[in-house]
C-alpha cells in the first residue's frame, strides 16, 4: 500500500485539504497503474516557525 506524505505550512481549508487528497492520489494511481483505494496520503500541517529555507526560518 503506497503512502505519500505531505508537510506544509497551516492555511488550506477542510475543502482544500480534500482536493489536495483527491488530486494527489488520482495523479499516483494514473502514474502506477496502482488501485486509487489503495493509496494513502498525509497532510501534516507544519507551524511556519518550523520550516527554513534557505538557512532562514519562515516564522
Do not use: F
Amino acid at each position: 500500500m503506497p503512502l505519500i506524505q505531505i508537510s506544509q505550512t497551516p492555511g488550506l481549508s477542510t475543502a482544500q485539504k480534500r482536493a489536495v487528497i483527491e488530486g494527489v492520489t488520482r495523479a499516483y494511481a494514473d502514474a502506477t497503474g496502482k488501485d486509487p483505494a489503495k493509496v494513502w496520503v498525509t497532510l501534516t500541517d507544519v507551524p511556519r516557525e518550523n520550516w527554513g529555507v534557505g538557512g532562514e526560518p519562515l516564522g
